[in-house]
């Protein structure tokens, strides 16, 4: 239920993303990339060629405080006006953004990393600090693009920039509007403190936030318990999603990762029956 392609941070196109459910045996797959839901029609093709069950989805970028967290709707209508252009609206300031980040770049003597991320971005408007990590990798000034993160991009490291995102309550309300589940991706990756966690809850819920991730790629295997508890607490439904970027780059395939624990309640158990 998470999973990018070559519209925003993937990889694969949105076909060849289809193409590896299919071939891998997944059933049913979410498409969800960052801010915008331009691959979704190829998707849908593909999908219907191949006979998978694709589930529209997005990953909406979001301000909480000076935080910034990732938001998952699903079965998003993707011509809802008001998700649409909410959408465009965090997608505007990317580029802008991405110049930032270059400048940062060139404090420490690394040039001309615009042109590069841009060069790996196929869809510019949506040019991430993923771009510019595998920029650098194919400059050889890092081995990895998790290298690029943690020395450069990252946040407090010399490239991060700080950006305002969509609010919670908008994001929540551009996925509800169009017909969306709203779901919290990866909790565990935000390192907020117990107090600030509970108020982020507390807050995503209130406005309309439904399910959370507790067995994600981007989770370690040790996290999924903590999550679990948290979804059970906190009566959330729960997801499942591998955050696949692409061969090479995400440890996990859609669909390899472990079954949710069965005293959860699937987000999924909301449209499949
Ligand atoms: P952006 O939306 O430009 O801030 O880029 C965010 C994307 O960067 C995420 O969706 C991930 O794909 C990737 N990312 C963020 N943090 C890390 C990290 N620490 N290691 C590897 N990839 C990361
Ligand atoms: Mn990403
Ligand atoms: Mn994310
Ligand atoms: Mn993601």
Redesign the pocket.
Known sequence: MHNHSTRS?GLLSPTQLIELAARTGVDAIALTD?DTTEGLEEAGRAAAHLGVTLVPGVEI?VSWGAT?L?VVGLQVDPSAAQLAEGLRSIRDGRLERAARIAEGFAKVGIESTLEGALACAENKEMV???HF?RHLVERGAVKD??AA??KY??KGKPAYVAHRWAGLEEALRWIRASGGVAVLAHPGRYELKPAFRDEMLADFKRFGGEAIEVVTGSHRPEQYAMWQRVAEEHGFLASRGADY?GPGESPCEPGRLPALNASLTPVWSKWAH
Do not use: C, E, G
């Open positions: 941070d960052h970028s910034t990732h991430s600090r993923t990590a693009t998790q993160f943690d991009l990252a970027h």
